[in-house]
């Protein structure tokens, strides 16, 4: 596969909607971003990295981090989890608190704030220090030992997540948080303010396309584990908007807020992709297309 040919052809495709949607704004130090920003990252199974665009500016991964933390919380509790949080799509935006009333405080999904909340609060009971281990993980499979959060975008969630704290408090309300409220909206303000580049979060990503395999050849997940996490991305990974993606993209996916997604190609390589104007539903609007296109070139997809 010639891979820069095919990510010119995306990008290509992909330009004219650069700049379309708004970017976040309720996140303050998002609102900043530069909305014509794009670039586009494949890596392989083997680790070769192919880009194009801004593929190595580093951008707040917000969502996306719930894929790792997701993972590394599986790789530890097993099915425990589930007892906890659902893997549903909610069908509701990714910030709501209403189905939490109808469903005695579980959430639908882990994808959603109030499902990454628990997986956060669960990896920081497995760990001490959900952040940290999350951190390290995405340092360790991107190969970047520069990654950090962001503090000025960790303390405007802080500073703006009265929604946050209100799904928290009302989990914890019915016995679903493990840990202080305070502790869990710390840990997952940290790690959504991770900040990192298409070609990093391609690398990252890459035990997925590998079936839990990590870049150095340990094991993460088992195989049907990795083929759970995935699944999950495709129902839940694009929030409300997930059989839309599906039907377009037809590849699990995880969105974030800051204009990234991440999409795996099992058996084959991750994708990311990173614009920042979002469209109604918090997904980047330049970047569903590309990834589109990226799909129909290859005919790479999981139907």
């Not at 956060?120 to 995405?138: H, K, S």
Request: charged share 20%; glycine share 12%.
């Amino acid at each position: 596969m010639d891979y820069d040919a095919l990510l010119h052809e995306v990008a290509a495709q992909a330009r004219p909607l650069v700049g379309q949607g708004q970017v976040s704004r309720y996140i303050p130090a998002l609102a900043t971003v530069q909305e014509e920003r794009f670039g586009i990252a494949v890596a392989d199974i083997d680790g070769a990295i192919h880009g194009v665009g801004d593929w190595e500016t580093p951008f707040s991964i917000q969502s996306i981090s719930k894929t790792f933390s997701l993972a590394l919380t599986l790789a530890r509790d097993g099915e425990h989890l589930w007892w906890r949080v659902g893997r549903e799509p909610s069908g509701n935006p990714f910030n709501s608190l209403v189905q939490l009333e109808h469903e005695n405080g579980v959430p639908r999904n882990p994808f959603i704030n109030a499902g990454a909340l628990v997986v956060t609060d669960r990896l920081q009971t497995l760990t001490g220090d959900a952040g940290a281990a999350v951190l390290e993980f995405l340092r360790a499979e991107s190969g970047n030992p520069t990654i950090t959060p962001d503090p000025d975008v960790a303390g405007s969630e802080a500073a703006h997540g009265d929604r946050n704290a209100a799904l928290a408090h009302f989990m914890a309300s019915y016995g679903n948080l493990e840990n202080p409220v305070p502790v869990v909206l710390e840990h997952y303000f940290r790690q959504c303010a991770i900040t990192m580049s298409c070609r990093d979060l391609a690398l990252a990503g890459g035990f997925l396309a590998r079936r839990g395999v990590r870049g150095d050849g340990s094991r993460l997940l088992s195989g049907s584990e990795a083929k759970r996490v995935n699944a999950v991305m495709l129902t839940c990974g694009t929030y409300d908007a997930a059989g839309d993606f599906a039907y377009r993209v037809g590849l699990p996916g995880k969105s974030g807020v800051g204009g990234g997604i991440l999409a795996i190609v099992p058996g084959r390589c991750a994708v990311c992709v990173w614009s920042p104007g979002l469209d109604a539903h918090g997904n980047s609007v330049a970047g569903v297309a590309a990834l589109d296109r990226f799909t129909t070139l290859t005919g790479w997809s999981v139907f």
